[in-house]
């Protein structure tokens, strides 16, 4: 991981990993940048409006003029699905990346094969969506890693077996979100497939870090506080697992192994792609790797910027030696007991912040 001298990276005696001060930081200081998500998806919705290259919302910037949602540049090969620019430069630098033209390609694929899976369900066939008829245990159990470990087991299973997964697959009816979560696996397996095929003049600039597949790995798993809060996280993680080694090409289903880590890391570390600083829409997700290592503070001393693809990380108050750089991950305007509650459900973790510590010391002292 590359970052700014000033910054040390250690850890912590409450939560993880951390990034530390090393001398005293000025405010409006870059300590740390990542040019590009490691995984993303722009949600459906929001495909036309939103710049495929640089995340710009079409929405925002015509405020003014209601009628303008959508951009009208466009990438449209045969064999790819149809991909929307703000620019003519946002076009040239997603076609010559590489990953974008292979990306539309293989969710031109993902999209066909749920519409032929979706059919088949719709004709009343029954296919992979009884899911006690393969993976072990039912809903009502306690959820353990064991149990978890031995449902993937199971999934790996059918996807060695050719006929068994093209008989689960091909009437299994993919929600909506699950092919949100397909696009954003297969865009790591495309940036992983790229990166190893990649020319030995090759320029990182479209790749997330030099060696992205390890330090995704490196990355904390909230896999099982996940499924244990959201049982039904677990089916639809397997059902994507499924459908990829269904639907992908050969020369990508290699690849496929990696869902699992991929999926078991991205609730945790994942980061909202908004419209703008106001965070009135959310447009997608992405996994931005080495920005996944701050934790979280209720009084945060960094703040955190997106110019286009580009995530940027800047101190926004004087900041001493040895103090911890912290971001926010939810809105801190809440009372303490709306940020506790949604730091552990949709972040699985008791906030141990200054400030929570503080404010829990005031709360008991009051009653
Ligand atoms: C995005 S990761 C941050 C990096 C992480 N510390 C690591 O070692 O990979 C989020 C995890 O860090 C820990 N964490 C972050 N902020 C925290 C906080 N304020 N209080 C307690 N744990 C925190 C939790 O374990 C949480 O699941």
Redesign the pocket.
């Known amino acids: 991981m590359v970052t700014h001298p000033l910054i040390d990276f250690r850890t912590t005696s409450?939560?993880?990993?951390?990034f530390f001060a090393m001398q005293p930081i000025a405010p409006g200081i870059q300590l740390l940048t990542c040019e590009a998500p490691f995984a993303h998806v722009i949600y459906k919705d929001y495909r036309r409006e939103v710049c495929a290259q640089c995340f710009a919302y079409a929405a925002s910037v015509f405020r003014s003029i209601n009628d303008r949602r959508t951009w009208s540049i466009r990438s449209c090969r045969e064999g790819a699905e149809s991909v929307w620019f703000c620019t003519d430069n946002c076009r040239i630098v997603w076609e010559s990346g590489g990953i974008g033209p292979l990306l539309a390609e293989m969710n031109a694929i993902l999209a066909k094969s749920q519409i032929a899976t979706r059919k088949k369900a719709k004709d009343g066939l029954r296919g992979y969506d009884s899911p006690d008829t393969i993976f072990p245990g039912r809903p009502d159990v306690q959820i353990t890693q064991g149990y978890i470990d031995k449902a993937w087991a199971e999934a790996e299973d059918l996807a060695s077996s050719r006929p068994r997964l093209s008989s689960y697959c091909s009437t299994m009816n993919l929600e909506d979100m699950e092919l949100e979560i397909a696009r954003s696996v297969t865009s790591a397996i495309v940036q992983r497939y790229v990166f190893d095929h990649r020319p030995t003049n090759f320029s990182p600039s479209m790749i997330a870090t030099l060696d992205p597949w390890t330090a995704v790995l490196d990355?904390?798993s909230?896999e099982l506080s996940n499924v244990q809060l959201r049982p039904y996280v677990l089916l639809a993680h397997l059902r994507v697992h499924a459908f990829l080694c269904h639907s992908l090409p050969k020369h990508l289903r290699q690849y496929v192994p990696i869902v699992r880590a991929l999926l078991a890391r991205d609730t945790?570390?994942s980061f909202g792609i908004w419209d703008g600083d106001d965070r009135d829409e959310m447009l997608g997700w992405g996994v931005w790797v080495s920005a996944?290592?701050?934790?979280?503070?209720c009084c945060p001393n960094l703040k955190m910027t997106r110019t286009g693809r580009t995530m940027r990380f800047t101190t926004s108050r004087p900041i001493e030696a040895g103090e911890e750089l912290c971001i926010s991950y939810i809105d801190i305007n809440q009372s303490m007991a709306q940020r506790r509650r949604e730091l552990e459900d949709s972040?699985?973790?008791?906030?141990?912040?200054q400030r929570c510590q503080s404010e829990g010391v005031d709360e008991a002292y009051q009653h």
């Open positions: 409450y939560g993880g990993r951390s990355l904390q909230s945790g570390n996944s290592y701050f934790n979280h503070s972040w699985f973790f008791t906030c141990r912040c």
